[in-house]
C-alpha cells in the first residue's frame, strides 16, 4: 500500500541546535518533494521544493535532502530559534497527477 | 506578499444545510485547489481548478461537492448537503503552474456541522 510517514512524535530541540526531520514513503514516485510549516489554526506554509534529479536544496537556514533510492527526505533547520516551533508537512507531488500527497506532520518545540 | 483570501474564517451549520466556502486566490496564479483537514489528521486533497474545468479529484469529493469560479476573481466550494462528518477546516491553496511550484495556502475555513 501506499504510504506516506513523518515521526509524529513532537521534536524537542534547545535553541541554536539543528532540527532534522524524516519524511519517508513507499510505494510512490515523486517528481517533486515539498515541505510547508503549518501553525496552529493556520493554513500550511510553502517553505522548500526538491525535484526528484536533486539531492540537495538550502534556502537561508533550511536545507532538504532527497533520496529516491532510499524513498526519505531529510529536513534541517540549522541555528533553531523559538520562532521555528510548528508542524512541518511533508508533500509528495506524484508524476501525472495534480495534487499534493502530505504526511501527517512533525510538530517542532525549539525551547530558549 | 500575495495571499490567498478566505471567508467565513468560521462557519457553523446544521446537518442537511447547504454551505459555499470563498476563496480569492492569488490574481496571476492559474491553478486551484481545496484541501480539507479534519482536527487532528493530515491534510487532504480534495479538488484541482484548472481553464474553468475541474482537472482531478479525490473520492471524497463527491456528487455533494462542487466548484465554481463564477467570475475572475472568485473560487467557491459548495457543500450541498452537509454531513457531520463534513467538519473540517477547509484550505484553499493557488499556484503558478501544474507541477513544480509550492502552493500559496489561505488560511482556511473552519465548518462545523451540527
Known amino acids: 500500500s501506499q504510504k506516506i510517514e513523518q515521526n509524529s512524535e513532537a521534536l524537542n530541540i534547545q535553541e541554536g541546535k539543528t532540527a532534522t526531520l524524516t519524511c519517508n514513503y513507499t510505494?510512490?514516485?515523486?517528481?517533486?518533494l515539498q515541505w510547508y510549516r503549518q501553525d496552529p489554526g493556520r493554513g500550511p506554509v510553502f517553505l522548500l521544493l526538491?525535484?526528484?534529479?536533486?539531492k540537495e536544496k538550502r534556502k537561508e537556514r533550511l536545507k532538504v535532502t532527497f533520496d529516491t533510492t532510499l524513498k526519505q527526505s531529510l529536513f534541517h533547520i540549522t541555528a533553531s530559534q523559538p520562532a521555528d516551533s510548528a508542524t512541518y508537512l511533508c508533500?509528495?507531488?506524484?508524476?501525472?497527477?495534480?495534487?499534493?500527497?502530505f504526511g501527517q506532520g512533525t510538530t517542532l518545540q525549539v525551547k530558549p | 506578499e500575495p495571499e490567498v483570501t478566505q471567508t467565513p474564517s468560521h462557519q457553523v451549520t446544521q446537518m442537511g444545510q447547504e454551505v459555499i466556502l470563498r476563496c480569492v486566490p492569488i490574481?496571476?496564479?492559474?491553478?486551484f485547489y481545496w484541501y480539507r483537514q479534519i482536527l487532528g489528521q493530515k491534510v487532504e486533497f480534495l479538488v484541482s481548478?484548472?481553464?474553468?474545468?475541474?482537472?482531478?479529484k479525490s473520492e471524497i469529493f463527491d456528487d455533494q461537492f462542487s466548484v465554481e469560479r463564477p467570475d475572475g476573481s472568485n473560487f467557491t466550494l459548495k457543500i450541498r448537503s452537509t454531513k457531520l462528518e463534513d467538519s473540517a477546516m477547509y484550505f484553499c491553496?493557488?499556484?503558478?503552474?501544474?507541477?513544480?511550484?509550492?502552493?500559496?495556502f489561505g488560511s482556511g475555513t473552519r465548518l462545523t456541522v451540527v
Open positions: 491553496a493557488s499556484s503558478e503552474a501544474a507541477r513544480g511550484r509550492g502552493y500559496t
Open positions: 510505494n510512490y514516485s515523486p517528481a517533486y
Open positions: 526538491i525535484r526528484e534529479n536533486e
Open positions: 508533500a509528495l507531488d506524484i508524476h501525472n497527477t495534480g495534487k499534493l500527497i
Open positions: 490574481s496571476n496564479h492559474l491553478y
Open positions: 481548478f484548472y481553464n474553468n474545468e475541474i482537472s482531478e
